[in-house]
């Protein structure tokens, strides 16, 4: 018997398996080496595709710095104080320099939370912001996209010289990649801006719903969702933009700074040659986790990796996935929309009055009805059972809830591998 440490909240699950019977897929080219600070200062000093900060930034100018909330680690605890130290060698004072925490709808940042982010010393040293997505005192309009997006973002946004974004790069089910342009929209963007961006992953074409062509995870080329993403990014035009790929230690491992297009596509080509595992065939079983903490922090986060997950499974094969979910759902709309009880009533609604977290359940439902489903986590076992799924206590229970001897694969860190069938793979269009 082989064993392996599945990651589950911040602690792990010990799993004996059978090898023969179950593959372990992790990606064969990741980098699990950690940055040093000479690391991230070398590449800021060094951009692509753009200037360094001292030919960018004047004395005297604002400078706003985006940064993610903690549903997405990004080693922003080591790069905001060195980019911090940049500006002031630049010669901005700490009263030119703001923090704007890119929440989008999540629930807002905790101090504590703050705290962890960017330091104890930033977070005294400089002034930092929730941001609102329903409050219109804390939103300006700028302009629509030519998809008719109206773009609406965090005023302090506008009012600054220049814009900073961080964050980090990984797969997004339907945005492509995350980081970039995603800081701004949805991270500091209106309800509303984000509600039709979000729209435009679904397509309503004959009355029934369905993924709009062109829309996944690890594609940027004609998907629409990213290409919305860019033009109202581009309406504020970031000054420069540091976005890490972080690695199973919550490390930084690598760093892309400079133009904010260009660099933010260089890291996702490098995150997808890095991600994607290729497989022989689809198989029955296939157990996963988010990744642990914050992966699996509610099920609205741990939904993408069992989007990921069920690339490997034929149609009504079993997906045991192990996700801690110590915050629940993640948004109590969720819950009410997962509620409704089937994808197709979802997908009636969802046209009559479409909201961001009512996708998010549909296509967690679409799932749940092709696929059978065993969740372990820590949500009430007939909340799981309301959903259409099999609760577990622990990975033991799970497995003894399906049948014996199935072949199948097991991903510890499904949010950040695209597994892609050999004989009908395309590398993510990137």
Not at 15 to 41: E, R, V
Not at 152 to 176: C, K, Q
Request: net charge negative.
């Amino acid at each position: 018997m082989a064993k392996i440490f599945l990651p589950y909240g911040q602690t792990d699950i010990e799993f004996n398996y059978d090898a023969t019977k179950l593959t372990l897929l992790t990606p064969a080219n990741i980098s699990n080496t950690s940055l040093s600070q000479t690391d991230i200062l070398v590449a800021m000093a060094n951009p692509i595709d753009g200037q360094p900060l001292e030919e960018i930034i004047d004395i005297g100018e604002n400078v706003v710095i985006v940064v993610s909330d903690t549903t997405r680690a990004s080693g922003s605890e080591q790069v905001v104080p060195l980019l911090i130290g940049r500006l002031l060698q630049c010669g901005l004072k700490f009263n030119n320099i703001s923090i704007l925490f890119a929440t989008g709808i999540h629930r807002l940042v905790t101090e504590a939370e703050k705290r962890q982010l960017i330091t104890d010393e930033i977070f005294h040293a400089v002034k930092h912001f929730d941001h609102n997505a329903e409050n219109p005192d804390e939103l300006v309009y700028l302009d629509d996209t030519s998809y008719g997006t109206p773009v609406e973002v965090n005023r302090r946004l506008v009012e600054a010289n220049h814009i900073i974004l961080t964050g980090s790069i990984g797969f997004h089910y339907f945005a492509g990649f995350t980081g970039g342009r995603k800081s701004l929209v949805p991270g500091l963007a209106s309800a509303k801006t984000i509600k039709h961006n979000h729209l435009l992953a679904l397509d309503f074409a004959n009355g029934t719903v369905r993924r709009r062509p062109g829309v996944g995870a690890g594609r940027l080329d004609k998907n629409a969702v990213h290409e919305d993403l860019l033009e109202a990014t581009n309406m504020l035009a970031p000054s420069f933009l540091i976005n890490t790929i972080i690695n199973k230690n919550q490390e930084i491992s690598q760093i892309f700074c400079g133009d904010w297009q260009t660099a933010h596509r260089r890291g996702c080509a490098e995150y997808a040659s890095q991600h994607t595992i290729y497989i022989e065939e689809k198989r029955d079983l296939v157990i996963a986790t988010p990744g642990g903490h914050p992966r699996d922090m509610n099920l609205i986060q741990s939904h993408k990796a069992l989007d990921m997950a069920v690339g490997t499974l034929k149609d009504g094969g079993y997906i045991i996935l192990c996700a801690k979910c110590p915050e629940g759902y993640g948004n109590s709309d969720f819950r009410d929309w997962l509620k409704l009880g089937s994808a197709a009533k979802m997908g009636e609604k969802l046209q009559i009055d479409y909201k961001v977290n009512g996708q998010t359940a549909w296509a967690f439902a679409n799932k749940i009805e092709r696929f059978q489903v065993v969740l372990v986590s820590e949500l009430p076992s007939d909340e799981v059972e309301s959903l259409g799924m099999q609760p577990a206590k622990d990975l033991k229970t799970a497995m003894s809830l399906i049948p014996k001897n199935l072949s199948g694969y097991i991903i510890p860190y499904a949010c950040e591998a695209i597994p892609l069938v050999k004989k009908v793979a395309q590398n993510p269009n990137v």
